[in-house]
């Protein structure tokens, strides 16, 4: 299997932005059969559910175009998958992390898109 290395960078610079902006990260890339969760964490009594979207800063579209409806109706099924082995009581919230790179592959924009879709 191929690693996007973007996207795993991708991922680390969305869970440093949430921890620095007051998120405890309870796990990353949850998976089962329903699909992948790349990061879950925990904010103001809302259990997050986060999808990263990583591109380059002269991206065409942006990122969260990339989440569409067959994409959300996966996280939402995994996010019950993870509830039901992992029973939290916090309020389910679904968001999505954009991160913009350059050709060094650093961050240079982070969106982070709360109540991104409703589950």
Not at 2 to 8: L, S
Not at 48 to 64: D, G, L
Not at 65 to 89: C, D, G, L, M, S
């Amino acid at each position: 299997m191929k690693v996007n290395k973007e996207g795993v960078l991708g991922e680390l610079f969305a869970a440093r932005h949430m921890r620095d902006n007051g998120y405890m990260l309870v796990m990353s890339n949850y998976r089962c059969r329903f699909g992948e969760i790349d990061i879950v964490g925990k904010k103001d009594g809302y259990i997050c559910f986060v999808e990263v979207k990583t591109r380059s800063e002269n991206a065409i579209y942006e990122p969260k175009e990339a989440v569409h409806a067959e994409k959300q109706a996966n996280i939402i099924a995994a996010a019950k998958a993870f509830r039901t082995v992992y029973p939290y009581t916090e309020q389910v919230r679904f968001d999505i992390c954009e991160v913009f790179i350059n050709d060094k592959t650093e961050p240079v924009k982070i969106n982070y898109i709360e109540n991104a879709f409703n589950g």
